[in-house]
C-alpha cells in the first residue's frame, strides 16, 4: 500500500506560481510512474503530467512551459513547479502513482485557486 499526501495548494493571482508537493509513504518500491491530474469546476478530470521512475516528464498541452514535475527521491515526494498560472488552471490538483503491475493511489487532493 501507498499512501499519498498532498500540500501547497491555495490562492494566487493570475500570472502567480505555485508549487505542489505530494509526500508518499509506504511500499513504494514497484512505483512505476507519478503524476500529477486536476479536475476544475464542473470538468472531467484531467491529466496534468507525468514523471516515470527515471525521470522522463511529460505534459499535457495546457500547461507545457509553465509547469515543471520533479522529484526528490530521499524524501519520496514529487513536486509539481506552477508559474503564469491562469485563472483555467483552477481545480483540485491530484497527484496519482501508479506501480508496474497498474495498481494506482490517489492523494487527496489540494484546492488552487487562481484569481484575476
Known amino acids: 500500500q501507498v499512501q499519498l499526501v498532498e500540500s501547497g495548494g491555495g490562492l494566487v493571482q493570475a500570472g502567480g506560481s505555485l508549487r505542489l508537493s505530494c509526500k508518499a509513504s509506504?511500499?513504494?518500491?514497484?512505483?512505476?510512474?507519478m503524476g500529477w491530474y486536476r479536475q476544475g469546476p464542473g470538468k472531467q478530470r484531467q491529466w496534468v503530467g507525468t514523471?516515470?521512475?527515471?525521470?522522463?516528464?511529460n505534459y499535457a498541452d495546457s500547461v507545457k512551459g509553465r509547469f515543471t514535475i520533479s522529484r526528490d527521491n530521499r524524501e519520496n515526494t514529487v513536486y509539481l513547479q506552477m508559474s503564469t498560472l491562469k485563472v483555467e488552471d483552477t481545480a483540485v490538483y491530484y497527484c496519482?502513482?501508479?506501480?508496474?503491475?497498474?495498481?494506482?493511489?490517489w492523494g487527496q487532493g489540494t484546492q488552487v485557486t487562481v484569481s484575476s
Open positions: 514523471i516515470s521512475r527515471t525521470g522522463v516528464t
Open positions: 509506504g511500499n513504494i518500491f514497484n512505483i512505476n510512474t
Open positions: 496519482r502513482w501508479i506501480e508496474r503491475a497498474g495498481t494506482d493511489y
